[in-house]
């Protein structure tokens, strides 16, 4: 599959009593298109820019990126194959929000 774009929609929850960030993401390939997929990617630990680099590895770990992880930074990857990338995170979302 020639992957155009990629669009990725994250949530994230703080969790206030153990002081710890969380995320749910849900990554959408050639948003649009004939031959559009998504992957559903469950809460997990992380905050920051950490949705970014898990989608990446995500994108690898169901076949759609076949690069190692020590040949380069997702944004060189996105660059030299010409894919559009959009990323958004929803931050001071509810728990279960991430869980829907």
Not at 9 to 34: L, P
Not at 43 to 59: P, R, V
Not at 71 to 77: D, E, K, L, N
């Amino acid at each position: 599959m020639k992957i155009k774009t990629i669009d990725v929609q994250a949530k994230e929850w703080f969790d206030k009593v153990n002081g710890n960030s969380y995320f749910s993401e849900v990554i959408t390939i050639n948003y649009g298109m004939a031959n559009e997929k998504t992957i559903d990617v469950p809460m997990q630990y992380g905050y920051g820019d950490q949705y970014i680099h898990t989608a990446f590895m995500e994108l690898q770990k169901h076949g759609y990126i076949k690069q190692d992880n020590d040949r380069g930074s997702y944004w060189q990857y996105y660059r030299d194959n010409k894919i559009i990338v959009r990323h958004s995170k929803h931050d001071n979302c509810l728990k279960r929000e991430l869980t829907q």
